[in-house]
């Protein structure tokens, strides 16, 4: 793949979370071939009173500039139920975010790089930790296994068991 580019995206569910989480794995397996996937892992909801999240982040390679990913992932939400007009903090049957694209820093079309939560969210942090530990946030040059060893915010989080197409994704085997 000349060009490709590794792209690290966080998946959340909170409504019939094990259904739009799978249904993400296949749209994004779809569309980008070999994935590289965490753990699931169940959190509290973070920002309004909810049922617990499922989260995950998944590696892909693409050619695929930011705003093409971007309005994809959209789209995926789209045909999975996500209704654009809910209030920001609230339930969704799915949440597709760009976290990296490659080394990429800035407002790249519209779009925050790296995305500001991975140092604030566990559930965003440990499971890039766990599929990209000695992978450097383009910020701050911290691998992402630092970060989250040196993680002191009192987030709730523990993996789940999870299966996708036949596979145990987590816990790991």
Do not use: C
């Amino acid at each position: 793949m000349t060009g490709a580019v590794e792209v690290l995206v966080s998946i959340g569910s909170n409504v019939d979370r094990e259904r739009y989480v799978s249904a993400a794995l296949d749209a994004l397996s779809e569309a980008f071939g070999e994935l590289r996937i965490s753990s699931v892992y169940e959190s509290e909801a973070v920002g309004f009173n909810g049922s617990p999240f499922f989260n995950l982040v998944v590696a892909l390679y693409t050619d695929d500039p930011v705003a093409t990913l971007s309005r994809r992932f959209k789209q995926i939400e789209a045909d999975n139920g996500r209704r654009r007009d809910a209030p920001k903090f609230s339930a969704r049957t799915l949440d597709l975010d760009i976290l990296t694209y490659g080394d990429a820093a800035g407002i790249i079309d519209g779009v925050e790089l790296p995305r500001g939560e991975i140092l604030h969210n566990a559930f965003v942090l440990w499971p890039m930790a766990e599929i990209a530990p000695e992978q450097a946030h383009p910020l701050n040059g911290q691998t992402y296994q630092a970060l989250w060893q040196a993680y002191d915010r009192d987030q709730k989080l523990w993996v789940v068991p999870f299966q996708w197409r036949g596979q145990t994704i987590s816990p790991r085997p």
